[in-house]
């Protein structure tokens, strides 16, 4: 066995020698260095567990029933073959595989233990991931820095196409139900050609270099579903906007939570979906529960200010708040008061009595009871 294991211990091709059991008990440098597993972590894992291997489509092939040990079994050959599998950081690696079986023959005469010797051919998928934004005007960036643009990404369906796989975190759409959001209208043969061209616009946007649908590194197509491949390894701005905003109301640290809320709030470039408001994927339940979390969070940033005497910056905030919602009574009631310790009782009651307009014209109502108060104090200080 040592001897065996010498034989590939300094190719340059990944190696692992699989037992009958499907464990590992010899790994190679070089596939530590692809794989990034130690040969100590290596050692003793069942090989389908640690590689999770899926064929280029992305349909699961490393199992406990191995497909090539099948094979051999039944008499047939190996062939070599592309197979996505686990890198130690997590991500996906494409690597070109080929099975060599050895001695010790099992009593049954079938192969006991296989040499697995893999090429490199995609690098882990973070080099092939997204920044997908969709807080403003839907925009997408590669890896390596480069915005996706050119007249295919211009159409609105396929930036359509691409916001809907991106929210659904993975899942499988069918095409029936991509038809019913992005061309109601139309009767399901004009729909489905809308579609198929939609997809090709949209892959060939993201990789204006892909050959073939089925190697696309980013949208899938199996059993008349697509879907965003790896989904969770993409970053979502939206996502990482709430994760920020939850982040940072659970941070302690005075200056550490200023932070964290900019951060938040940089995100909002603009309306969620704000240049697909005339398709299926535009939610306006959606779109207002975002608005609302970014004006709740630059109030919160304008309190962790205050809290910290930064009154002219908090101040800054607290304008833009109301520059996006006039008829924010709570964020008012917070300026006016910050006013007020500054001394500047006329711009205080200015505010109040802005308020008290923008109400009446815009809702057809009135200052609340706890605003009309804090303006009865103001007066009464005259």
């Known amino acids: 066995m040592n001897k065996i294991a010498d034989l590939f211990s300094h190719t340059g091709d990944g190696a692992c020698i699989i037992d009958e059991n499907q464990r590992i008990i010899s790994w190679n440098p070089a596939a530590t260095a692809m794989l990034g597993y130690s040969r100590e972590e290596a050692l003793g894992q069942l090989c389908w567990e640690l590689l999770l291997g899926n064929t280029r489509d992305n349909k699961p092939f490393c199992k406990p029933t191995c497909t090539i040990r099948q094979r051999l079994d039944e008499g047939g050959a190996t062939t070599s073959m592309d197979l996505w599998v686990r890198h130690r950081s997590g991500e996906r690696v494409l690597v070109n595989i080929s099975t060599i079986p050895i001695s010790p023959i099992t009593n049954d005469g079938k192969p006991g233990m296989l040499v697995h010797l893999w090429r490199l051919i995609e690098p882990p998928l973070a080099q092939k991931r997204l920044r997908i934004h969709l807080l403003g005007a839907t925009m997408v960036?590669?890896?390596?820095?480069?915005?996706?643009?050119?007249?295919?990404?211009?159409?609105?369906?396929?930036?359509?196409?691409?916001?809907?796989?991106?929210?659904?975190?993975?899942?499988?759409?069918?095409?029936?139900?991509?038809?019913?959001?992005?061309?109601?209208?139309?009767?399901?043969?004009?729909?489905?050609?809308?579609?198929?061209?939609?997809?090709?616009?949209?892959?060939?946007?993201?990789?204006?270099?892909?050959?073939?649908?089925?190697?696309?590194?980013?949208?899938?197509?199996?059993?008349?579903?697509?879907?965003?491949?790896?989904?969770?390894?993409?970053?979502?701005?939206?996502?990482?906007?709430?994760?920020?905003?939850?982040?940072?109301?659970?941070?302690?640290?005075?200056?550490?939570?200023?932070?964290?809320?900019?951060?938040?709030?940089?995100?909002?470039?603009?309306?969620?979906?704000?240049?697909?408001?005339?398709?299926?994927?535009?939610?306006?339940?959606?779109?207002?529960?975002?608005?609302?979390?970014?004006?709740?969070?630059?109030?919160?940033?304008?309190?962790?200010?205050?809290?910290?005497?930064?009154?002219?910056?908090?101040?800054?905030?607290?304008?833009?708040?109301?520059?996006?919602?006039?008829?924010?009574?709570?964020?008012?009631?917070?300026?006016?008061?910050?006013?007020?310790?500054?001394?500047r009782r006329m711009d205080a009651l200015m505010r109040i009595q802005q308020l008290a307009t923008m109400l009446e014209n815009e809702l057809d109502a009135v200052l609340s009871v706890e605003t009309s108060d804090l303006m009865a104090q103001i007066r009464l200080t005259a």
């Open 141 to 343: 960036t590669r890896s390596d820095d480069t915005t996706v643009c050119g007249g295919m990404w211009n159409r609105v369906k396929v930036r359509a196409l691409l916001a809907y796989l991106a929210l659904q975190g993975g899942q499988p759409v069918s095409r029936e139900r991509l038809i019913d959001v992005l061309w109601p209208e139309l009767d399901y043969k004009a729909a489905l050609h809308n579609l198929n061209t939609t997809v090709y616009n949209l892959r060939h946007s993201l990789e204006p270099d892909l050959k073939k649908a089925s190697d696309s590194s980013y949208i899938a197509y199996q059993s008349g579903q697509y879907y965003l491949i790896d989904a969770d390894r993409h970053w979502l701005d939206v996502r990482a906007f709430e994760a920020d905003i939850r982040q940072a109301r659970t941070v302690i640290n005075s200056l550490d939570k200023i932070d964290a809320y900019k951060t938040a709030v940089a995100l909002y470039r603009d309306d969620y979906l704000a240049d697909l408001d005339a398709t299926g994927v535009q939610s306006t339940s959606e779109q207002v529960r975002y608005q609302l979390l970014y004006l709740t969070a630059m109030e919160e940033l304008g309190q962790a200010l205050e809290a910290l005497d930064q009154d002219q910056e908090a101040e800054i905030w607290y304008e833009r708040v109301l520059a996006a919602d006039a008829c924010r009574e709570s964020v008012a009631r917070r300026l006016v008061r910050l006013l007020l310790r500054q001394g």
